[in-house]
């Protein structure tokens, strides 16, 4: 079963999940497989084992042997459906139309047999809605993951294992609806079920806890999704075993989450151990692009690009395969592939990325969403910098209004898309309003804050360029000087955006006659500059190296040297 989508504070989409096996405790959670005889004990056996592909064929045994003339809607036929579809899900089989229509089979066999409140039916209610979740269906899901608790709550009671498993998968199928408020509380609800029971349950208490963690990853409460993914972990070790795929599941989510907290190592240790045992047991596994695309952010942020390209190519082929071409999954894997893309200089392939991930999203999401307002606000940023100023301002303003309506005009996420639309004005020769969008955007910064550094020193960077485009030196030393004082403060005095204001602030020195620290200014941001190259270019190939070199828009060759500093200075060293 998949978790949800949410945005990292980088503005970069990355993939939490929760994945609930087809067998979970003796507390009424399995699916029954009592009328399939010899067959249901190895089954269990099977996927106790991790023996997938062995579970399955005994599945589609048992299911041949169930679907008989005679017994086409007997209850047989359903267990062996609930246990082959919980089985192909694993193996990255789920999206296949004959799974699908084989959980939709059990369904109204269960509705016919035992009616529409049976406990039974909330098995197959769960694989069916596990299925519309990985074809993207996730209001579906999520009705079907509701008629589920219902059941459990009027027939078991409120205090059942099966209804804190059901409110486990409601929480997925709420985050999945991007309602992480919703998910967190029903996953609360889960846990506080599971630690009551008696005798207890760890299993279920680590699904719950694992559902939870995933809810507050999204709310972006790292510090509160840590220890619940490292409670579930351990108690999934201790119980099944360091090489089950239930380990797997929360090892990788840990590792995300260790990431985001500036763990890299140790996020790194806990994803490739995750994508060790899904190579193992599950290699189409749905959870494997998560945690491929979180291994291809840690490469990118140390600078390994063509290590991160190809764990990103993977993730998308291995998207592709679990979810089909049009599924959000994928269009987050193809927005992270367009970024690398525009950080080596192509931003032509960039934006033919960016423009696929934008139509998923639009198809799947609608046209207002605010998962569509970060697709246009990244494809805007790339037309940008290849040139492209008319559709980089239709992108950057329609994504302005669709977060300004759903999350307020004041909003952070209307300060970042207000950063792309001054950039956007500004390609386009409109400085009036790009200087509007950019003070807009440092007002809404400085009043509700940003958890990125980034955004206040870009929000100044294009207030400062915006003044100096309307003739007011004064006021764009100033904002320069501002810019550099918030960059080295929450940055880096080495951060490549510190080099880039740099860059600007020198000519804007080197304009009003100020050679000596023109020249300081210059010979910083050229060390800077340097070193970010070597850094970035140290992966790529030759031919990559020399095209991203070449295509650096404020490359200080580029900057200085033919403009204003060529005038006054002697060249750089």
Known sequence: ???????????????????????????????????????????????????????????????????????????????????????????????????????????????????????????????????????????????????????????????????????????????????????????????????????????????????????????????????????????????????HLMVARTAGNLGMAARIAGDREEGEALLRRALGIYDRVAPGHPNVPANLNSLALIARSRGEYDEARRLWERALETAERAFGDEHPDVAGVLNNLANLRKLTGDYAAAEALLARSLAIRERVRGPEHPEVAQALTNLAAVQVEGGRCVEARASAERALAIREKA?????????????????????????????????????????????????????????????????????????????????????????????WVLEHYGLLLAQRGDRAGAMEVALRAERIGRDHLRLTCRSLSEREALAYAASRPRGLGDVYKRQVLAKTLPDLP
């Open 1 to 243: 079963m998949r978790y949800t989508r949410c945005l990292h504070p980088s503005g970069l989409v990355g993939l939490v999940l929760v994945l609930v096996a087809p067998g979970l405790s003796a507390q009424g959670l399995d699916p029954a497989c009592d009328l399939l005889g010899a067959d249901c004990v190895r089954i269990h056996q099977a996927l106790g084992a991790n023996r997938l592909v062995e579970a399955a064929t005994v599945a589609e045994r048992a299911l041949e042997a169930a679907d008989s003339p005679e017994g086409a809607d007997s209850l047989a036929v359903a267990q062996a459906i609930d246990q082959l579809v919980g089985v192909r899900y694993s193996l990255g089989r789920g999206r296949e139309p004959a799974t699908t229509a084989l959980a939709e089979r059990a369904v109204a066999i269960r509705k016919r047999v035992q009616g529409e409140s049976h406990p039974e039916l909330i098995v197959s209610l769960h694989n069916l809605a596990r299925l519309r979740r990985q074809a993207g269906d996730f209001e579906s899901s999520r009705a079907l993951t509701t008629r589920a608790l219902a059941i459990a709550e009027a027939q078991l009671g409120a205090g059942h294992a099966v209804t804190a498993h059901s409110l486990a998968e409601l929480s997925v199928a709420q985050g999945n609806a991007s309602d992480f408020a919703a998910a967190a509380d029903s996953a609360q609800r889960a846990l506080d079920v599971a630690e009551a029971l008696q005798p207890p349950d760890p299993i279920l208490v680590a699904e719950a806890a694992n559902a939870l963690g995933a809810a507050r990853f999204c709310q972006r409460d790292v510090a509160g999704a840590l220890p619940l993914f490292r409670r579930a972990l351990a108690l999934y070790e201790r119980v099944q075993g360091p090489n």
């Open 407 to 499: 999350v307020g005009p004041d909003s952070v996420q209307a300060g970042q898309s207000l950063l792309i639309v001054g950039g956007a004005r500004l390609c386009q020769g409109d400085a009036t309003g790009a200087r509007a969008a950019y003070e807009r955007a440092v007002s809404i910064f400085t009043r509700v804050g940003s958890a990125s550094g980034a955004d206040t020193v870009g929000a100044l960077h294009g207030l400062a360029t915006a003044l100096h485009g309307q003739g007011n030196l004064e006021a764009t030393a100033e904002v320069y000087r501002r810019s550099l004082e918030e960059g080295e403060r929450r940055l880096d005095h080495a951060h490549p955006r510190v080099g």
